[in-house]
């Protein structure tokens, strides 16, 4: 199984360059997310999705731009990278609750891409 | 006002022994699920325990429970018998409101634990 399989897993980045981190799950899992880490902070919501064509903002979404054109994919797009967006990018996702039986709602992640930007 | 706190950097155990790593949360919500995520050097995010706010029971999944002090708004979690691959970073995360509308997890900001032989 797949699972949640982000690309490319390392990028170095010049200032004021754009790119796509690639986010795809095969688990048919309605909520993705995009959460960025970065030492002494944990992990922090960037943005979310809860299905196709439905995105919305989370903690920190300044300089990230996402679209859910499918169930599967959720790219995450830094249209003019800075510094301060050296990070760890993981994507997640999860799947609804079915009304039976205990619902955890864990998310499952990515491996992570890992993104310098200098 | 921070949503999960994780007040120890750091950690550090025998092999063997138990550890507790602290967690407590913030919330006015009365529907809400608690969470531990393992994060090895390797960087992975391995989902270890789910407590849910209405669970009349502690969580516990093998070597793994969870401390759940709903009045005192903890969940701490505990290692029995640590072992050297438990090295890791350690996340609690909580997720506030129920039901297929409300996926988001806020997390704390982690303790590293080590294990020593």
């Known amino acids: 199984n797949a699972g949640v399989t982000q690309t490319p897993k390392f990028q170095v980045l010049k200032t004021g360059q754009s790119m796509t981190l690639q986010c795809a799950q095969d688990?048919?899992?309605?909520?993705m997310s995009w959460y960025r880490q970065d030492p002494g902070m944990g992990l922090r919501l960037i943005h979310y999705?809860?299905?196709?064509?439905?995105?919305d903002q989370g903690e920190v979404p300044n300089g990230y731009n996402v679209s859910r054109s499918t169930t599967e994919d959720f790219p995450l797009r830094l249209l003019s990278a800075a510094p301060s967006q050296t990070s760890v990018y993981f994507c997640?996702?999860?799947?609804?609750?079915?009304?039976?039986?205990?619902?955890?709602?864990?998310?499952?992640f990515g491996e992570g891409s890992r993104l310098t930007v200098l | 006002a921070q949503k999960i706190t994780q007040t120890q950097p750091g950690m550090f155990v025998q092999e063997k022994e138990a550890v507790t790593l602290d967690c407590t949360y913030d919330t006015s919500d009365p529907s809400y699920g608690l969470f531990w995520y393992k994060q090895p050097s390797s960087g992975e995010m391995i989902f270890l325990i789910y407590?849910?706010?209405?669970?009349?029971q502690n969580a516990t999944e093998g070597r793994y429970s969870l401390n759940f002090q709903k009045a005192r708004k903890s969940a701490n979690l505990v290692i029995s018998a640590s072992q050297l691959g438990d090295s890791a970073m350690y996340f609690c995360a909580m997720r506030e409101g129920w039901g297929g509308s409300n996926y988001k997890l806020t997390f704390g900001k982690g303790t590293l634990l080590t294990v020593n032989p």
């Open positions: 688990m048919n899992h309605e909520y």
């Open positions: 999705s809860v299905g196709a064509g439905i995105t």
């Open positions: 407590q849910g706010s209405y669970d009349q």
């Open positions: 997640a996702s999860s799947y609804p609750n079915a009304g039976q039986g205990a619902w955890a709602g864990e998310l499952f």
